[in-house]
């Protein structure tokens, strides 16, 4: 069974600049999350989608990050306009449903 | 407040120490506590799920268990592959099912 999909792996940005990240989630799954995690620390849940609707984005800097899931399966976060307090790794989880989650292998974003 | 709290932050052992690492909660309505495991420049790996409290899981070195507010993984005789971040999380009703995690606990252990 295929994972979760994230690219790219890499990416590096001047501050001000846009950037979005791509996550293709396993097949079948409803549930599906964006984490960021600043080196040293653990993850942060940014949004989650259930299907194509969004189930919490309350830790999403709205002014600045967008997300979205079109027909409930891959899904892309936006940066817009980076800041270099943004220099983290971007990762995608999806789940059945509630319950356990999948991570991909992460997108690491450097702003400079 | 950390609704999620792991101990030690970081843990050396040499090769064949067992060990215990912490995870406290303070949510009500658990609906499960889960243990991850993240490699350097890797997502968090799924270890066990521990559903309610007295339940334990066992995979190979590992052993995670569960009280009404903690939970431990524990390490018996590590090898030095078990060098990793251990991630808790956990799920509950009280937090609208979102998964919280805790900080980490970075192991290292030395041959």
Request: glycine share 8%.
């Amino acid at each position: 069974e295929a994972g979760v999909a994230q690219s790219p792996r890499y990416k590096i940005i001047e501050k001000r600049q846009s950037v979005a990240f791509w996550c293709n989630p396993i097949s079948g799954h409803a549930t599906l999350y964006w984490y960021q995690q600043i080196l040293g620390q653990g993850p942060k849940l940014l949004i989650q989608f259930q299907n194509n609707g969004v189930v919490d984005d309350s830790q999403l800097p709205k002014d600045r990050f967008s997300a979205e899931r079109l027909k409930g399966v891959d899904s892309t976060l936006k940066i817009q306009p980076a800041k270099l307090e943004d220099s983290a790794v971007y990762l995608c989880a999806s789940s059945l449903d509630l319950g356990i989650a999948f991570f991909g292998q992460g997108t690491r974003l450097t702003v400079v | 407040e950390d609704q999620v709290t792991q101990s030690p932050e970081a843990l050396r052992l040499q090769e064949g120490e067992s060990s215990s690492l912490n995870c406290s909660y303070t949510v009500s309505g658990l609906r499960g506590l889960f243990w991850y495991r993240q490699d350097p420049g890797k997502g968090p790996e799924f270890l066990f799920t521990l559903y309610s409290a007295g339940e334990e899981k066992e995979k190979e070195r590992l052993k995670a268990t569960l009280t009404k507010k903690e939970s431990f993984l524990h390490i018996t005789a590590p090898k030095p592959e078990d060098s990793a971040t251990y991630l808790c999380a956990v799920q509950a009703w009280d937090r609208d099912d979102k998964i919280i995690f805790g900080k980490g606990t970075r192991l290292h252990i030395l041959p």
